[in-house]
């Protein structure tokens, strides 16, 4: 899963909390695609709380947790995935030449 298999959407709240609910976008809704998982937040007065909230609740969902465990299922072990991914070609070494970054020739 990536970020870009989320969609998020953020709205104005009503209910307590008076004019400033009325300015701030802070409610939060996540739609994870694949899954078609959702997760929605409006309590909180911050965004940024708002948004984990959502997240949360959509990872708990029963539509995500099927959607991963075949992720899980149909894919390399983890052990698989960390040798491919630790492959010589997959790696980028860097050194400090003269206080800057470059990048080493393998």
């Avoid at 870009?4 to 307590?16: A, L, M, S």
């Avoid at 940024?48 to 959509?58: D, G, H, P, V």
């Amino acid at each position: 899963m990536t970020k870009d298999d989320c969609e998020w959407q953020y709205f104005r709240v009503g209910g307590n909390g008076g004019q400033k609910q009325n300015k701030t976008s802070s409610g939060a809704r996540v739609i994870h695609h694949p899954s078609g998982a959702r997760g929605e937040s409006r309590e909180q007065r911050s965004q940024l709380q708002n948004r984990k909230a959502a997240f949360k609740r959509m990872v708990e969902t029963p539509q995500f947790k099927v959607w991963i465990n075949r992720q899980l299922a149909s894919g390399p072990t983890p052990e698989e995935r960390v040798a491919q991914e630790m492959a010589p070609q997959n790696l980028k070494i860097e050194t400090r030449v003269n206080g800057k970054w470059t990048e080493q020739d393998s």
